[in-house]
């Protein structure tokens, strides 16, 4: 059941029994926005429709879509590709699975807009490994859809053709990063590949290539649906529409949730849509785009809105739109030596400062949470930080910096305690030392 | 054992199939290998090899990618592996109880099988089930929120052989009701 606070577009039809069925989808209207393009519009002006929505990519960077489609020149001669992001790894995001699982065929209806737009004719899926449930789910539907005509040779009776092609993953973060992923579509290990050239003009076997998240073109069906201009009118000035957050932590309800960007604050989204916090606890920071977004405080940050400008004017990034929360019972240098940890096994160990950086960074976290930091510790973290940033082949390296930065700026009292006393300030690892 | 009766007729010809859906054969190589494991349980050397001839690659670049992606076994894992989350929406809510539960309760450490060769027990990273922390997949399956009642249940239920459980959840079965 949708929370009565949400704003359903994406997820409108969501709950709809049987949805994922090609049969209830069609009934329902599906696939219809989709054909009348084919009908009605030029290409072109669909790129200038979508550009219009306001669309932004749901993926992390937040890149108008609109205009990521525009720069896909013409005249190269060589096929064009789109790549679907469906290796959804960041920490704390679980909504791509949700849409494979539930609403496979709204994502395929978005894919077949994305690629009428650009001049697409062969569209792949990369779906993690991990996520077999969803892969059966699209395979299932990709079948449907051929099937009834609806990929292939002459789609929905014009001369247009489109080909989906389903892939699976084999397991690595990294691969989840564009130039990393066309490295692994390709059949080698997921490394990250120089830029430029950019995908737009070299991307998958050195030809043309956009590559959105399942989110993004899965919010495509329902903007045409509802028409450009109303899903315009929804949102702020320059985050426009709905979009998905995973909600997670420690919070009574935990969830996945469609909201209206910039219309909702971290303190309503804890307390009205999360079910307020676990155990009656006090919320102390919040991560408010995914394992690579720099901290927040709950304390200086309840007000911040949910949308792309008044996170990042809070020194973070709306990211893939995980929000996870934590509590005041929660050791900050735990936490972060969690969340290192996660990327000095995910670096890819292409490029030695985040290979070694990582590396480092988890060795003296995990020396201060065990009691054996010395205060010149923090001033060693901030010089790998600062020796990292900027200077990774991709942008991995920076976000492994992330949680070590933004943990010492609001917790620093906590590394210090660490150091001095040999134990938690805060929470069960606090009572180790009770009475000494 | 002969590499030829690795993989059989039936799954080199699907194999080949695969080869043919994409621009380059070559990008077919981890769906290869997925189809591989899930004939064999997982990945030996040999098939390896077998497989680098059918794709006209040197042996060692298979073995390369083997080790580069995490969910190729190479070696014989338990009929139930049980994958758990240690990312941070699992941390927070307790994934180091489930890994101390299972350990006890399996009585084998992180990346050991039991002895009757029924599970496996490994650490994951994040497995985008965030929402339903703390979580672990059962071979392809997720199992989310838990508890030691819950992590019982499923492991009395898996030794008595029900091996449909965790039910799967896809879009087609109806929406749960509430
Ligand atoms: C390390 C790393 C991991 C990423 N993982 C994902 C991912 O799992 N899914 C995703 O859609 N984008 C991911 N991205 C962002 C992609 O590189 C890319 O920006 C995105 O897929 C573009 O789609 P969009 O414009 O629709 O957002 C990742 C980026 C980095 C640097
Ligand atoms: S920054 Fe890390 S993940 Fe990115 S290329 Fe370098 S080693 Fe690989
Ligand atoms: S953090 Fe455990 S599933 Fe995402």
């Not at chain 1, 102390?284 to 927040?296: D, N, R």
């Not at chain 1, 001033?379 to 020796?387: F, G, H, R, V």
């Not at chain 2, 390896?48 to 190729?72: C, H, N």
Request: net charge negative; hydrophobic share 35%.
């Amino acid at each position: 059941m949708p929370h009565p606070q949400e704003k359903r577009i994406l997820f409108g039809w969501r709950d709809i029994k049987d949805i994922g069925s090609l049969k209830v989808y069609r009934e329902k209207g599906g696939y219809d926005a989709w054909l009348k393009l084919l009908k009605e519009k030029q290409p072109a002006e669909v790129i200038e429709l979508t550009k219009a929505s306001g669309l932004r990519g749901r993926g992390g960077a937040g890149f108008p879509t609109g205009m990521k489609w525009s720069f896909v020149p013409n005249n190269l001669g060589k096929p064009k590709y789109l790549c679907v992001n469906c290796d959804e790894s960041e920490p704390g995001t679980c909504k791509d699975r949700e849409i494979v699982e539930h609403i496979p065929h709204q994502l395929l209806e978005g894919i077949g807009i994305a690629c009428y737009a650009v001049g697409i004719q062969k569209a792949f899926i990369y779906i993690r490994g991990e996520m077999y449930e969803g892969y059966l789910s699209l395979k299932k539907a990709i079948e449907e859809a051929y099937a009834a005509g609806l990929f292939g040779k002459k789609i929905g009776g014009s001369d247009f053709e489109c080909d989906i092609v389903l892939h699976r993953g084999a397991g690595a973060y990294i691969c989840g990063e564009e130039s990393a992923l066309l490295s692994s579509l390709e059949g080698e290990r997921g490394f990250p590949r120089l830029k430029p050239p950019f995908p737009a003009v070299s991307g998958l076997y050195a030809c043309p290539t956009v590559i959105n998240n399942v989110e993004t073109l899965a919010t495509l069906p329902p903007i045409f649906r509802m028409g450009v201009e109303e899903y315009a009118k929804l949102g702020t000035d320059k985050s426009k529409g709905t979009r998905m957050v995973s909600l997670s932590g420690h919070v009574n309800n935990p969830s996945n949730f469609e909201i209206e960007l910039g219309k909702v604050n971290f303190k309503q989204l804890i307390e009205d849509f999360g079910g307020g916090m676990r155990h009656g606890k006090k919320c102390k920071a919040i991560i408010p785009g995914g394992a690579s977004a720099p901290w927040l405080t709950m304390e200086q940050h309840g007000e911040v809105t949910l949308d792309f400008e008044a996170i990042a004017a809070a020194r973070s990034m709306a990211g893939s739109g995980a929000i996870v929360v934590m509590d005041e019972d929660t050791c900050a240098v735990g936490a972060a030596l969690n969340l290192v940890e996660f990327f000095h096994e995910e670096s890819c160990g292409k490029c030695s400062p985040c290979r070694e950086g990582t590396q480092w960074l988890t060795q003296i976290l995990h020396r201060i949470e065990h009691g054996q930091g010395k205060m010149e510790d923090l001033k060693l973290l901030d010089e790998i930080c600062e020796s990292m940033l900027g200077k990774t082949f991709c942008p991995l390296g920076d976000s492994a910096t992330v949680p070590v930065s933004s943990s010492m700026r609001y917790f620093r009292d906590e590394y210090e305690h660490h150091i001095k006393e040999k134990c938690c300030k805060v929470g069960p690892g606090a009572k180790k030392t009770a009475g000494v | 054992m002969p590499t030829q009766e690795l993989l059989s007729p039936k799954l080199q010809e699907r194999i080949k199939e695969l080869m043919a859906s994409y621009p380059k054969p070559q990008s077919a190589i981890l769906m290869a290998l997925h189809l591989i494991q899930e004939e064999l349980g997982w990945v030996p050397e040999p098939a390896q090899a077998q497989v680098a001839e059918l794709f006209g690659m040197p042996p060692q670049d298979v073995t390369t990618l083997v080790s580069f992606y995490y969910m190729y076994h190479r070696k014989p894992v338990g009929r139930y592996v049980l994958k758990v989350c240690k990312s941070i929406s699992c941390y927070l809510c307790g994934s180091q109880n489930v890994i101390d539960h299972l350990e006890k309760k399996l009585d084998i450490k992180m990346g050991e099988t039991t002895a009757d060769g029924q599970f496996s027990l490994v650490g994951s990273e994040c497995l985008a089930a965030c929402t339903g922390a703390p979580c672990l997949q059962v071979n392809d399956r997720f199992y989310e929120n838990c508890s030691q009642e819950r992590l019982d249940e499923l492991l009395s239920r898996l030794r008595g052989g029900d091996s449909h459980f965790p039910p799967a959840n896809v879009s087609w079965q109806p929406p749960k009701e509430s």
